[in-house]
């Protein structure tokens, strides 16, 4: 599937997605109850990026626990990123997050970020709608992926079904 499709298609989900996925929901709070754990360590004022952020759900998970947080919401649907954004205003921590439409390679150079997440109910619901079209990252590339960006060896954290969860630290330097 083309980007300008994939784009569409999350913009016409997007005033829906979080119902779409509600069955789900118990899969998402566990990811994010282990996230929450896992980053506990990280400093107190901590700069997350949240890649295909889709609809906000983890932001609002982590800003909750983390009041002190800053957030990099990353995602190509226009529909999506304004769910996100209200999300965000309507649970009062917008003044947290940044929102970027687009993709990660577009991304705005910026401080290092402490931590990152790529949002796995965003690889499910491609791999259910799109099995034709998009292929699945293998979990040893997506992986590799995480180190190449200056990120420490992940560590797979969580894995139900097709959903994974990695831990990782941003390297010195």
Same mark, same amino acid.
């Given at each position: 599937?083309e980007p300008?499709?994939?784009? !569409?298609?999350?913009?016409q $989900?997007? !005033?829906?997605y979080?119902? $779409?996925w509600?069955?789900?929901?118990?899969?998402?709070?566990?990811i994010h109850?282990?996230?929450g754990s896992l980053?506990?360590?990280?400093?107190?004022?901590?700069? /997350?990026l949240?890649? #295909?952020?889709?609809? #906000?759900?983890?932001i609002?998970?982590l !800003?909750s626990?983390?009041?002190a947080w800053?957030?990099?919401?990353?995602g190509?649907s226009?529909g /999506?990123?304004?769910v996100? $954004?209200k999300?965000a205003?309507d649970n009062?921590?917008a003044?947290?997050?940044t929102?970027?439409?687009g993709?990660?390679e577009?991304l705005p150079s910026s401080a290092?970020?402490?931590?990152?997440s790529?949002?796995?109910?965003?690889?499910?619901?491609?791999?259910?709608?799109? !099995?034709?079209?998009?292929a699945?990252?293998?979990?040893k590339?997506v992986a590799?992926m995480?180190?190449?960006a #200056?990120f420490?060896?992940?560590?797979q954290f969580y894995q139900a079904g097709?959903i994974h969860?990695?831990?990782?630290?941003r390297?010195? #330097?």
């Open positions: 599937m300008a499709q994939l784009e !569409a298609t999350f913009d $989900q997007s !005033a829906n979080d119902q $779409q509600a069955k789900l929901a118990a899969f998402r709070e566990g109850l282990l996230m980053f506990a360590r990280l400093p107190e004022r901590a700069r /997350m949240c890649v #295909g952020a889709g609809t #906000g759900a983890e609002q998970a !800003a626990r983390f009041p800053t957030f990099t919401a990353v190509p226009a /999506m990123v304004a996100a $954004q999300r205003r009062g921590y003044d947290r997050c929102f970027h439409t993709y990660l577009t290092p970020f402490d931590c990152a790529v949002s796995p109910e965003r690889v499910l619901q491609m791999q259910e709608a799109y !099995a034709k079209d998009v699945i990252i293998a979990p590339k590799a995480i180190a190449a #200056g420490g060896m992940p560590v097709l969860a990695w831990y990782t630290h390297l010195p #330097g």
